[in-house]
């Protein structure tokens, strides 16, 4: 039973830039706060970006910011994050997820949804 899908991975240049979408599948995610992680091969998965029910709240990770936006489109059901000015650091998994207070996507311990919900993730490569 899928709940969370992203998609806008792919193959992109240094300096390039990518939208990467989570949509919610028969979920609804104008409910949730949502977060957006990254994981590559060999290193932990690594928490970028969160967006809260509230979409005036929103988080940034340091290695991200000022490079990245978060936004929600309720109507579509659907989680963005617009990644800018991108580095091949930047290659590697990325999967969003639902984040109760956007504590996971901090590293903070926390309240919790009763369960979480995560995306297949999609590949992104920054490679020239």
């Known amino acids: 039973q899928v709940h969370l899908v992203e998609s806008g991975g792919g193959l992109v240049q240094p300096g390039g830039s990518l939208r990467l979408s989570c949509e919610g599948s028969?979920?609804?995610?104008?409910?949730?706060?949502i977060g957006w992680f990254r994981q590559a091969p060999g290193k932990e998965r690594e928490g970028l970006s969160c967006?809260?029910?509230?979409?005036?709240?929103?988080y940034y990770a340091d290695s991200v910011k000022g490079r990245v936006t978060i936004s929600r489109d309720n109507a579509k059901n659907t989680i963005y994050l617009d990644m800018n000015n991108l580095k091949p650091d930047d290659t590697a998994v990325y999967s969003c997820?639902?984040?109760?207070?956007?504590?996971?996507?901090?590293?903070?311990?926390?309240?919790?949804?009763?369960?979480?919900?995560w995306g297949q993730g999609t590949q992104v490569t920054v490679s020239s």
């Open positions: 967006i809260k029910v509230d979409p005036t709240f929103t």
């Open positions: 997820a639902t984040d109760y207070g956007c504590f996971q996507t901090q590293g903070l311990g926390g309240p919790k949804y009763r369960e979480d919900y």
């Open positions: 028969e979920f609804r995610l104008d409910l949730y706060a």
